[in-house]
């Protein structure tokens, strides 16, 4: 895969996901993609969860924006392969608390995303964000609640 391949690829999520055009970004996932959120051990699988997850992101963030890139190689998760990669640094607001973070796109040969892995800081950002993202996967049916109690 070119550089150029990669920085398209980078260009067209980030155009996706700041307009929040969903649909959009069904066409650059790829049908097994890997998604690894900051408050869950085990990744996210498979396009239509992974999209579900995003409508929920794209209904929780405020003020969303990216503030910087960088493109190069990195190593997969799920299997430790070298792959083209792009960082996107990203500020947001999840209900008045402030967000910073890093989007990481590993692409693979059809310059589709394959894996994507999402860092924010601080914990405090995080902890909200956790809470809100999990009620938008609850309301949609994409997860179960959790049993009362809990």
Known sequence: MTANRLAATADRFRAAVEKRELAALEELFTPDIRFYSPVKFR???GREMVL????????????????GSFDGTSQTSADGAETPSAVLLFRATVGGK????????????????????????P?????????A???G??????????????
């Open 43 to 45: 990744p996210f699988e």
């Open 52 to 67: 579900g997850l995003f409508g929920v992101l794209l209904r929780t963030f405020e003020d969303f924006r990216y503030v």
């Open 98 to 121: 402030e967000i910073h973070g890093i989007d990481l796109l590993h692409v693979d040969e059809d310059g589709r995303i394959k894996e994507f892995t999402v860092m924010v800081r």
């Open 123 to 131: 914990q405090s950002a995080v902890e909200h964000l956790g809470k």
């Open 133 to 135: 993202v999990y009620a």
């Open 137 to 150: 996967l609850v309301a949609d049916g994409l997860v179960p609640p959790l049993p009362e109690g809990r």
